[in-house]
């Protein structure tokens, strides 16, 4: 997907957009067709045009942005940089497996009280006896208590405890080891790849424009 989109409340702090009172009044949205449709002005979407430079100062000086595209209620408010160019966006898999999640688990595809010791999931070097006894849930929420190498870096595995001195589910850290495994056990679990599942579930109801997977 080469363009992100953001709700524009995001960047409704007082430093950046003023929204005044009148949009609390509601604006009817509108579904995109083919092509984006644009707000006349600022001020039609219920926001403070004055506030513009500021954005655009902040994006270029303080965010390192390469491109941001601004939706409200279905149409273009605020495109800036090159949308079209490809970014590096470090760690979203982890948002999208929990969106991913969420479905597996209302669908009753994935327990997520299942033990990994029950799962039948093991790694390189081995898990101790009291790692295997962190669930699906541990994982998601990054409680797991496993502190075994990840096949990856850009965590906090550097400021892990000792393996095998936390308790499942007693203990944050931020370790890829986790995330990698909730894509393995969702690969298990439907026969499928979370790219593949990611094509039908989300990119193509959402009807993601620039999304191959």
Not at 14 to 24: G, N, V
Request: glycine content about 6%.
């Amino acid at each position: 997907m080469k363009t992100f989109f953001f709700n524009a409340i995001l960047l409704s702090s007082s430093f950046l957009i003023r929204i005044p009172s009148a949009f609390s009044q509601a604006i009817p949205p509108v579904f995109p067709s083919e092509s984006w449709e644009r707000y006349s002005s600022w001020s039609e979407a219920g926001f403070d045009e004055n506030r513009l430079p500021i954005i655009r100062q902040f994006l270029t000086d303080s965010m390192n942005t390469t491109g941001l595209y601004v939706v409200v209620n279905g149409k273009e408010l605020f495109r800036f940089g090159d949308i079209e160019e490809l970014s590096y966006l470090a760690s979203c898999r982890k948002s999208i497996l929990a969106m991913m999640y969420g479905n597996y688990i209302n669908e009753g595809i994935i327990d997520p009280e299942l033990t990994l010791e029950a799962i039948g999931f093991d790694d390189n070097q081995g898990l101790l006896p009291i790692e295997k006894k962190a669930t699906v849930r541990h994982l998601i929420t990054a409680r797991s208590g496993i502190y075994h190498p990840a096949s990856n870096a850009g965590d906090n595995s550097a400021d892990a405890p000792e393996r095998g001195s936390q308790e499942p589910g007693s203990y944050f850290l931020y370790n890829n080891w986790d995330f990698n495994v909730l894509g393995t056990i969702l690969d298990r679990a439907t026969g499928s790849s979370l790219f593949q599942e990611f094509e039908s579930r989300m990119a193509e109801p959402l009807e993601m424009e620039d999304f191959r997977v």
